[in-house]
């Protein structure tokens, strides 16, 4: 397994995200909520997609709803950051 991709939440957009984890990469998200940081791993296992957080691992089935997962989590950069 290669390295995991460790970015801050905004680093990148959702397309370069998407192209690391269907890739087969890790990719290991540094956020903060709540004035408290904390990572974020999210994957793909050729079949599902998943976000590890430090409370909780989310499944998502689509290519799709991980979008929207790193959209509304804001994981990952918009065109307005640009």
Do not use: F
């Not at 390295?3 to 998200?29: F, Q």
């Not at 999210?42 to 979008?67: F, K």
Request: with cysteine; hydrophobic share 30%.
């Amino acid at each position: 397994m290669s390295n995991p991709l460790r970015i801050s939440a905004g680093d990148l957009e959702a397309d370069a995200i998407m192209d690391a984890i269907e890739d087969g990469r890790r990719v290991v998200i540094t956020t903060t909520t709540a004035q408290q940081e904390y990572e974020v791993t999210l994957r793909y296992d050729g079949s599902v997609y998943y976000c590890d957080t430090p409370t909780r691992l989310h499944r998502h089935e689509t290519e799709h709803e991980m979008r929207a997962c790193i959209r509304k989590m804001g994981y990952g950069a918009t065109a307005e950051d640009a």
